[in-house]
């Protein structure tokens, strides 16, 4: 997404940063989703764990699977280790090599 360097230029005023990407994302978006989206994204600039910006992405709403994948930049690292824990196991076939 192009927004993502909006937030990274208005880096020190949150608030701005949200109202730019709506700005931005409204010339190619017309529908709610598609701006919350952009203004979660470029939000996501100020966020540096992999949890904070799922949730964050969640609260937003929208289109969450597509923009809580973002936050995938942070690495499997990241992942807090209940989550994976807390998940069934996959079936023998889905298992890497």
Request: charged share 15%; aromatic share 6%.
């Amino acid at each position: 997404m192009r927004v993502a360097p909006l937030g990274a230029y208005h880096h020190d005023d949150l608030s701005r940063a949200a109202a730019e990407a709506a700005l931005s994302a409204e010339v190619t978006h017309s529908n709610a989703d598609g701006i919350a989206g952009a203004v979660a994204v470029a939000v996501a600039t100020h966020l540096t764990d992999f949890e904070g910006g799922v949730r964050a992405f969640i609260a937003v709403g929208g289109d969450i699977d597509t923009t809580a994948a973002i936050t995938a930049h942070t690495g499997a690292e990241g992942i807090p280790p209940s989550w994976p824990a807390a998940c069934e196991p996959l079936p023998g076939w889905m298992r890497p090599m």
